[in-house]
């Protein structure tokens, strides 16, 4: 389905490189060329013709007769191929309208398109609910004679997957209303949490201008502990200025997700998003469980030991992420940037190098901070007939470099799982962060060994275990925060001071007592974006950064055939469960000790910190 097309210009948006700065050198701005040559352009009107069209040919050739298909393999194949061809073009329209915005989210034109695409979308998609639905009503028996035809065979774990939705899914009118009600739901407050967080505006002490969130957070890494602090107040400021509609947004979508639970039969907050990762409750109970017993052991003593380092009694909450007082300090330009990911993955794999670089090539990455552009960083899939986009805001830190080798991790895992197509391809989140954090901590690993200075490797080694305890610590802590949060919200609306005395007392209990958390912390809550967007998300990091530190101590040993382990669970996208996924390196994620066995990597790394 994807065709290019000849030469086009890119979106206005994001059509001029940015002019070379003296620190970073020029860096890459994405071009969506390979998507669409342009929101007006005729390639999305007459995609949006064609898939109109296909849902309703769909509906109308398949609607009450999948059941009767089943009997023959063969036919059910090419109803299930039509259904993943259509869902390519209807993905390939949802991710252009959505990278468009993400790279400018204060232009009203983008945001207009996006908004049309959703609807559009959800509305061509309503014509087919019934799909699935059917699909699942078809006798067990029935169905695994029809899976024998090998046109249907490759599908299997597909099927898999939608059986275990089945006990959740409700008739097919109320799914249809479900699904129309999301574009004025969840949807439109996912949408107002974007635009209000792009637009706001922190004055900081010292600071010519307003600056945006993002390069506001990172002068939390700053040097200067009066920036540090400066940065942290004028966050805390326009957090408490706009608590209420963030409080409101929140209130608003734990009650809707509420809503949805009760209808769909989920008998716990989290069983949801269990269920789209594919993971038992007791696997994520399992992790939670030994991350939290394990706070004393990594970020209490962490904490408590970087306070001395510091000359502290204790770490006020904007020294939490303070560089070293003697860490050479030391910008990475882009192009060291990429050649030090692309050395640390070549020497690794040849073809992880290989396919990483062609994210740099064909301007699949989105680098520079800009005003307007979402912050953070993603590797988004787009679909299987493209390729990833990757979007970053570089500031030259070396956690910059860091997040490139982590995002082209991603990219990598979702290159080499796009052969399977569109059905079969997406990863679970709890797998989809394995490549990144395994991507990570090779370009760590590799820095580390070519750093002689003993400050900078001590600086390097901190520097890992806090992000270590950023994605571990950190994100159980989100999702114990979140557990409380829609386990309160089902007796009625939170108030700010509740939902900040809820964020005060978790992030307590996982910094511990060397942390000082100063007024104006209690309402950080508000900016996390994974709460709105993806609720429960955040222990897809810990589950992923604990899974890879067991991975890589078999690489580390030399486990037999790793690499070509590694690339195949890679390959797997989606089509197998993550018991199925360890198997071949002896894992089981079920078992506490698996995870206690990923923690003690982060312990070791403090270990060796207190040794120097």
Known sequence: MHTKGGKTQTPTAVRQLPRPTPDLGAMPVWNLDDLYPGPHSEAVAADLRAAGAEARAILERYQGKLGELAKDGARLAEAVIRYEALSDTLGKLGSYAGLLYAADTANPEYAKFYGDIQEKITAITTDLIFFELEINKIDDQVLARALEAPALARYQPWFDDLRKEKPYQLDEQLERLFHEKSTTARNSWNRLFNETMTALRFDMDGEKEPLALEPTLNFLMHPDARKRRAAAEALAKVFKENIRLFTLITNTLAKDKEISDRWRGFKDVADSRHLANRVEREVVEALVTSVRAAYPRTSHRYYAMKAKWLGQPKLAYWDRNAPLPDRPERIVTWSEAEGMVLGAYGAFAPRMASIAKRFFDGAWIDAPVREGKSPGAFSHPTVPSVHPYILMNYQGKARDVMTLAHELGHGVHQVLAAPLGPLLAPTPLTLAETASVFGEMLTFKALLATTANAAEKKALLAQKVEDMINTVVRQIAFYTFERRVHEARKAG????????????????????????????????????????????????????????NSLY????????????KYFAMLEAGGSKHHSELLKPFGLDASQRAFWDKGLQVIESMIDELERL
């Open 553 to 564: 101590g078999l690489y580390q040993d030399a486990h037999p055939g790793f690499v070509e």
């Open 493 to 548: 609306e939170l108030t700010s001071e509740k939902l900040g005395e809820i964020w005060l007392d978790v992030q307590s209990e996982s910094l511990g007592p060397a942390i000082e958390l100063a007024e104006g912390y209690e309402s950080y809550w508000s900016y996390v974006p994974h709460f709105i967007h993806s609720p429960f998300y955040v222990y897809a990091y810990a589950f992923g950064d604990c899974l890879v």
